[in-house]
């Protein structure tokens, strides 16, 4: 089935990012897609979901961390697995946006997201 992308308006988020969601609607739960945008120097709000996520980096530079693992550097083209109930957070280390895609199964709704902070 192929539907019409109709993505929300990019928006602030108490994370330190903005998101524009791509795919999130009621008559599919099993999944949801948003792209992420951070600036510069800033690094997101600590947190986990109790979903699982994953991201895919198109652009820039950051320093990723997930669960106990050492922080460790992200770019263009790699990908993060995130286990649901695992702690999570990402620092801009580039000089331009950094932006990613988040995938999330099943569907993000703001009643799966913990500030940890």
Not at 73 to 93: E, L, M, R, S, Y
Not at 95 to 106: N, R, T, V
């Amino acid at each position: 089935m192929t539907r019409e992308a109709k993505p929300t308006a990019e928006i602030w988020t108490i994370e330190r990012c903005y998101i524009t969601e791509l795919l999130n609607t009621e008559d599919q739960p099993e999944v949801s897609l948003a792209r992420a945008r951070v600036e510069p120097n800033v690094t997101t709000q600590l947190h986990q979901l109790s979903v699982h996520e994953w991201y895919v980096i198109e652009s820039g530079q950051g320093l990723m961390r997930v669960g106990d693992e050492a922080p460790y550097p992200v770019g263009p083209g790699d990908t993060v697995t995130v286990p649901k109930h695992t702690a999570q957070q990402i620092t801009n280390t580039g000089c331009d946006d950094l932006s990613f895609l988040c995938i999330c199964a099943p569907k993000f709704s703001q009643e799966c997201y913990t500030s940890l902070e």
